[in-house]
């Protein structure tokens, strides 16, 4: 079992950053890979970022690269994505999940075992 926390959502000013944190416990954290996907409302989940269990291989789609950034550090079982240059297209519920392929850092939702509760990202223009 994988148990996943989000944190460091909030409402940011268009062209701000934010870093969103998530803290996973249970099984071993650098036995996974972890990704980060978002939901707006009434739109279906979207993927924006993933990495292995070493951090050597990241993956985001062509839509973001560039503005957002995924990493991790195995010693605090953490896994972060900085968002900057926020726009209001990037408001969204934000989720980290976990696979338990760890060179996975697939876009694949179906690829993620355990998911965390997500946290509020609010971008205003």
């Known amino acids: 079992q994988v148990q996943l926390v989000e944190s460091g959502g909030g409402l940011v000013q268009a062209g701000g950053s934010l870093r969103l944190s998530c803290a996973a416990s249970?099984?071993?954290?650098?036995?996974?890979?972890m990704g980060w996907f978002r939901q707006a409302p009434g739109k279906e989940r979207e993927f924006v970022s993933a990495?292995?269990?070493?951090?050597?291989?990241?993956t985001y789609p062509d839509s973001l690269k560039g503005r957002f950034t995924i990493s991790r550090d195995n010693a605090k079982n953490t896994v972060y994505l900085q968002l900057n240059s926020l726009k209001p297209e990037d408001t969204a519920v934000y989720y980290c999940?976990?696979?338990?392929?760890?060179?996975?850092?697939?876009?694949?939702?179906?690829?993620?075992?355990?998911w965390g509760q997500g946290t509020q990202v609010t971008v205003s223009s």
């Open positions: 990495i292995s269990w070493s951090g050597s291989r990241t």
């Open positions: 249970g099984r071993t954290f650098s036995s996974y890979s």
């Open positions: 999940a976990a696979n338990l392929d760890r060179d996975g850092a697939t876009k694949r939702v179906g690829a993620y075992a355990y």
